[in-house]
């Protein structure tokens, strides 16, 4: 019950900038696929002049590539490595390009990149890497600038082309400092808001549970107590009454992941019978589904209601074993185990062996 309760607290909703600006929706990756569209198309139209082909080709790759991973990435702030391979990005497809456009220009087009890689530093903006995209903008302004002088048009010709193109860039810059510490502040707060919940839940869950276990001992015990109470002596039936009612209360100390009604009962039955019956809980169950849980119910129920004679030994092994359950019966016939793995397969075994009371503890 109480990781029931764990798990209704659980934060269901944004978690990171990129929820917030919804990155991981459709429509982002159909922008994002428009965007490098219309960059191809940009430049298969601005081809005039350009030769050889293949740089440009090459240039076209590296930006839609970029555009992709900005938009894509996983990790808020994007990791250093990624930040650093997307800022590199626009001055090494500028190079390309620049290196086959013409002198003088057919169109301020056919250098598109610059315009292009504002997209990428503003989402490197608004993903906590601010720094990254000044220093690529700066390095951009240095391969401009370099071959506007190379080709006798003025450094400065050439390096006012990305400083244009970087007013935006300033406006996402400023934005990002003012929202991205208060988002955060909003995400610590909801966590921390959440993990209260969660502990107030799983507090009233056990509460409840308890409250639910006194009433069944209520139920179970006070009749018997009450007559041992009264000093009147007990039957056999009755003494046989307090022994099975004692081995169900340890079972539900010891194994209280195998105590279901369907058990209960058939470990009542075979105590009656005159079957020891010993359970023991290491936790192997608590992180099973529901279906493994059951069917481990089913294995228990039937190897109960089974055994006539001898002993059943049952063990919820500790958890990250491949066998999740063991199961000894030891009897006149001879000792079988049974294993259910963490799929719920079963599988059994027939042995000659006898086992100690403090064998299936100690494994």
Not at 41 to 50: E, R
């Amino acid at each position: 019950m109480a990781t029931t309760a764990m798990n209704l607290a659980t934060p269901t909703g944004p978690t990171d900038v990129r929820e917030v600006l919804g990155l991981h929706t459709r429509l982002a990756r159909g922008l994002t696929g428009a965007v490098v569209l219309a960059m191809a198309f940009c430049a298969l139209q601005n081809t005039a002049g350009v030769s050889p082909m293949w740089p440009e080709v090459v240039a076209v790759l590296i930006m839609a590539a970029a555009t992709v991973a900005v938009v894509m990435l996983p990790h808020d702030p994007l990791l250093h490595s990624a930040a650093l391979v997307l800022a590199l990005s626009p001055p090494v497809a500028a190079a390309f390009l620049l290196s086959v456009v013409p002198v003088p220009l057919e169109t301020s087009n056919q250098i598109w990149v610059s315009g292009y890689s504002s997209i990428i530093y503003v989402f490197m903006c608004l993903r906590g890497r601010a720094r990254y995209a000044w220093s690529s903008i700066a390095v951009t302004v240095g391969v401009y600038g370099a071959w506007a002088a190379l080709t006798e048009q003025g450094w400065w010709t050439g390096a006012t082309t990305p400083i244009y193109n970087s007013g935006v860039v300033a406006v996402v810059t400023v934005l990002a400092l003012a929202v991205r510490p208060t988002i955060r502040s909003i995400f610590t707060l909801r966590q921390q808001s959440m993990t209260r919940a969660a502990e107030a839940s799983a507090v009233a869950a056990a509460q409840s549970e308890r409250n639910v276990r006194l009433r069944e001992l209520d139920q179970l015990a006070r009749p018997l107590l009450e007559r041992i109470a009264a000093g009147t002596p007990l039957s056999d039936h009755e003494r046989q009454s307090c022994e099975l009612l004692e081995a169900h209360l340890r079972d539900q100390l010891r194994a209280q992941a195998l105590v279901t009604p369907s058990t209960a009962a058939a470990a009542r039955a075979a105590r009656g019978r005159g079957v020891e019956v010993l359970m023991i809980d290491d936790g192997g169950l608590d992180d099973a589904d529901a279906t493994v849980r059951d069917r481990a119910s089913t294995v228990v129920t039937d190897a109960l209601a089974e055994a006539g004679d001898g002993d059943v030994r049952i063990r919820v092994l500790p958890p990250g074993r491949s066998t999740v359950l063991s199961i000894y019966r030891s009897g006149v016939s001879g000792t079988r185990r049974i294993d259910l793995d963490r799929s719920g397969k079963m599988s059994k075994g027939n042995h000659i062996v006898k086992f100690s009371n403090s064998d299936i503890e100690d494994e």
